[in-house]
């Protein structure tokens, strides 16, 4: 069987972070979704996306495929329920599809196939919106550690650290030294060669992902992920991070999300609670409006390649886009656009070149070449986000 994760609607609805990627490579949890599903299916996926993303995220066609939402999180009963499935049948529960098995032939065609709809009454996560990222992480960090841990032996850790509970895993390569962890109210999953540094204090439940680092005295509460090759401190609560981004300083994070290729400047703080208590709304790019998020706390949502200077300041319930260099005195507003250069009091378009060229730099820090395909992809970003700059 040939596995596909589509987008569906949602995608729209999870901008900035998905102007980057398809939805099943957000991180949520330990994994991503696509991350998720190939643990569970044993098989290797490929990707129906926009248009522009699509090279670096292929579709393999062959006769038989397999369509599965890449907004949702995969559980045992929900994977069963997929590999029973016969061709022209759609999975479904309520409104949301979420796997249809398609012949090479019906998908080509512009007729719509003939399908039999059966109803999947089980549990299971799906993204909606952007605050579900770090509003659904304590639940996956869960699952995911069920997942990737059941049945094997953690490396052991030093005795230099105060562990309170036993329910944590370090994988190979991890060093831990005087740390305090506890687990008494979630699992803490550490990477293949993370680290945590001295008089660090974390609560679970907590993710490190592999080759990622908490610096000398952080304090973290759950449920935070840190994502891969990621590198923290400070304050952070129930953030997630989903790879190669920096917060190396003293500031504090909450209720937020940041991308990839992201960096932190020293004592930046993100507001995740209004002075009234009152519910908060994030800008929705699409409908270019404030939406509700159905909480009191929502920090910062940061997408790929976007940095702040030192001492910045965010708004509760900031939106930050793609490409962005952010610096100045005073509280950020609520939106910021996809690749702006300034703050409050001057703000001009960031140069897509430029831009590009900062991204290299970054990446070749980290011994990682740009692709061609990435260029593009902010490239085309460039010009398709000229309407939110004005």
Same mark, same amino acid.
């Given at each position: 069987?040939?596995?596909?994760?589509f987008d569906?609607a949602?995608?729209e609805?999870?901008?900035?972070?998905t102007?980057?990627?398809?939805?099943?490579?957000?991180?949520?949890?330990i994994?991503t979704?696509?991350?998720k599903?190939?643990?569970?299916?044993q098989?290797?996926?490929?990707?129906l996306?926009?248009?522009?993303?699509s090279k670096k995220?292929?579709?393999?066609?062959?006769?038989?495929m397999?369509l599965?939402?890449?907004s949702?999180?995969?559980?045992k009963?929900?994977?069963?329920?997929?590999k029973?499935?016969?061709?022209?049948?759609?999975?479904?529960?309520?409104?949301?599809?979420?796997?249809?098995?398609?012949?090479k032939?019906?998908?080509?065609?512009?007729?719509e196939?003939?399908?039999?709809?059966?109803?999947?009454c089980?549990?299971?996560?799906?993204l909606?919106?952007?605050?579900d990222i770090?509003?659904?992480?304590?639940?996956?960090i869960?699952?995911?550690?069920d997942?990737?841990c059941?049945?094997?032996?953690?490396q052991?850790?030093?005795?230099?650290?105060?562990?309170?509970?036993?329910?944590?895993?370090?994988?190979e390569?991890?060093?831990?030294?005087?740390?305090t962890?506890?687990t008494?109210?979630g699992?803490?999953?550490?990477?293949?060669?993370a680290?945590?540094?001295?008089?660090?204090?974390?609560?679970?439940?907590?993710?490190?992902?592999?080759?990622?680092?908490?610096?000398?005295s952080?304090k973290?509460?759950?449920?935070?992920?840190?994502?891969?090759h990621?590198?923290?401190g400070?304050?952070?609560?129930?953030?997630?991070?989903?790879?190669y981004?920096?917060?190396?300083?003293d500031?504090?994070f909450?209720?937020?999300v940041?991308?990839e290729?992201?960096n932190?400047?020293?004592?930046?703080?993100? $507001?995740?609670?209004k002075?009234?208590?009152?519910? #908060?709304?994030l800008?929705? !790019? *699409? +409908?270019?409006?404030?939406v509700?998020?159905?909480?009191?706390f929502?920090g910062?949502?940061?997408?790929?390649h976007?940095k702040c200077?030192?001492?910045t300041m965010?708004?509760?319930?900031?939106?930050?886009?793609?490409n962005?260099?952010i610096f100045?005195h005073?509280?950020?507003?609520?939106?910021i656009? $996809?690749?702006?250069?300034?703050?409050?009091?001057s #703000?001009?378009?960031?140069d !897509? *070149? +430029?831009?590009?060229e900062?991204?290299?730099i970054?990446?070749?820090?980290r011994h990682?070449?740009m692709s061609?395909?990435?260029k593009?992809?902010?490239?085309?970003?460039?010009?398709?986000?000229?309407?939110?700059?004005k």
């Amino acid at each position: 069987m040939n596995y596909i994760l589509f987008d569906d609607a949602t995608r729209e609805a999870l901008k900035p972070l998905t102007y980057t990627r398809p939805l099943c490579e957000i991180r949520v949890g330990i994994l991503t979704i696509r991350e998720k599903w190939e643990k569970y299916l044993q098989q290797q996926t490929s990707t129906l996306t926009d248009d522009y993303l699509s090279k670096k995220y292929p579709m393999e066609m062959s006769e038989a495929m397999m369509l599965i939402n890449g907004s949702v999180c995969p559980t045992k009963e929900m994977t069963e329920a997929i590999k029973k499935m016969t061709p022209g049948q759609t999975l479904i529960n309520g409104e949301v599809v979420l796997a249809m098995y398609k012949t090479k032939e019906g998908f080509l065609s512009d007729e719509e196939e003939s399908s039999e709809r059966l109803e999947f009454c089980g549990e299971y996560t799906k993204l909606n919106a952007l605050a579900d990222i770090f509003l659904l992480n304590d639940k996956e960090i869960r699952c995911d550690f069920d997942l990737l841990c059941k049945g094997r032996k953690s490396q052991k850790l030093s005795s230099t650290n105060t562990v309170i509970g036993d329910d944590i895993f370090v994988e190979e390569g991890a060093v831990v030294e005087c740390a305090t962890l506890n687990t008494k109210e979630g699992p803490i999953y550490i990477g293949k060669d993370a680290e945590i540094m001295e008089q660090s204090t974390i609560r679970g439940p907590f993710a490190l992902c592999e080759g990622a680092m908490v610096r000398m005295s952080a304090k973290i509460y759950g449920a935070t992920t840190i994502g891969p090759h990621c590198k923290v401190g400070g304050e952070l609560s129930n953030v997630v991070m989903f790879g190669y981004s920096n917060k190396t300083h003293d500031g504090f994070f909450g209720n937020s999300v940041i991308g990839e290729w992201c960096n932190i400047g020293a004592d930046s703080n993100a $507001s995740n609670l209004k002075n009234t208590y009152e519910e #908060v709304r994030l800008w929705n !790019i *699409e +409908k270019n409006t404030f939406v509700p998020t159905g909480t009191i706390f929502c920090g910062t949502i940061m997408g790929d390649h976007s940095k702040c200077g030192i001492n910045t300041m965010f708004n509760t319930g900031t939106v930050v886009g793609v490409n962005c260099n952010i610096f100045g005195h005073g509280y950020q507003r609520n939106y910021i656009p $996809s690749f702006t250069w300034g703050g409050n009091n001057s #703000v001009k378009v960031y140069d !897509i *070149e +430029k831009a590009i060229e900062v991204a290299q730099i970054v990446e070749q820090r980290r011994h990682i070449e740009m692709s061609d395909n990435d260029k593009e992809i902010l490239r085309y970003l460039y010009k398709t986000t000229l309407r939110n700059r004005k």
